[in-house]
């Protein structure tokens, strides 16, 4: 079974605070994701990565910003939070670089800022 | 790029009624259709998925339909219970990075 790991699943954090959500899988996946969910608006990709080191600007990447040091982790970056910020955070992986299938999520994490 | 729109955003039913979810997207190139599961604070998981070369596929109570042409393709739960009470995400992929729908809420009646 595929696992997908968020360290944390409740954050609050306070206006211009620097933020780190962590984002861990177990299945030797090439592509990973940052997605935002909101009510009425789905899921929206903030960023996404085919492979360490790389990343690419999904659809919202204002105010974030990734990195990805090691295959099995994907991080999402925060570096002035705002509150317009406050949102559940998933992160997914998939297989292969281009590979069109299923994706695995994390349980989210859910960030208020304050 | 790629633009996905999926309705209705909520859907009441009562239990043993059938349901029905249309999304529509943009990109002539899409291949792959995935339908995702949402129940209250978990995960979105697949509950099933089609490629161009396919019309229909059915999983139990379960079957989505993909027209090509017209460029939609719709999620059909039969027989509805009350364990089916989720948000349902149909998404859209030409390359490997799928595209969204906003969700539907699927409300199952007793």
């Known amino acids: 079974d595929v696992k997908v790991t968020q360290s944390s699943r409740y954050l609050v954090k306070r206006t211009g605070e620097k933020v780190f959500l962590e984002c861990v899988q177990d299945m030797d996946h090439e592509n990973m994701f940052w997605y935002r969910q909101d009510p009425g608006l789905g899921l929206r990709l903030i960023y996404f990565s085919y492979d360490v080191k790389m990343k690419e600007k999904g659809d919202i990447p204002e105010g974030y910003s990734v990195s990805r040091e090691k295959k099995e982790r994907f991080s999402l970056i925060l570096e002035s939070a705002s509150t317009n910020q406050t949102s559940m955070y998933l992160c997914a992986s998939s297989l292969g670089p281009q590979n069109t299938g299923e994706l695995f999520f994390g349980e989210g994490s859910r960030l208020t800022v304050l | 790029g790629e633009n996905v729109e999926q309705h209705p955003s909520t859907l009441s039913v009562q239990e043993g009624d059938s349901a029905v979810i249309k999304c529509t997207y943009s990109?002539?190139?899409?291949?792959?259709f995935p339908w995702y599961k949402q129940e209250l604070g978990k995960r979105p998981q697949l509950i099933i998925d089609?490629?161009?070369?396919?019309g229909e596929k059915k999983d139990q109570r379960i079957a989505v339909t993909l027209n090509k042409t017209a460029k939609h393709f719709s999620l059909h739960i039969t027989e509805t219970q009350p364990e089916d009470s989720a948000v349902y995400f149909c998404?859209?992929?030409?390359?490997?990075?799928?595209?969204f729908g906003r969700g539907t809420s699927l409300i199952v009646h007793p």
């Open positions: 998404a859209s992929g030409g390359s490997y990075i799928p595209t």
């Open positions: 089609i490629r161009s070369n396919v």
């Open positions: 990109d002539s190139a899409s291949n792959y």
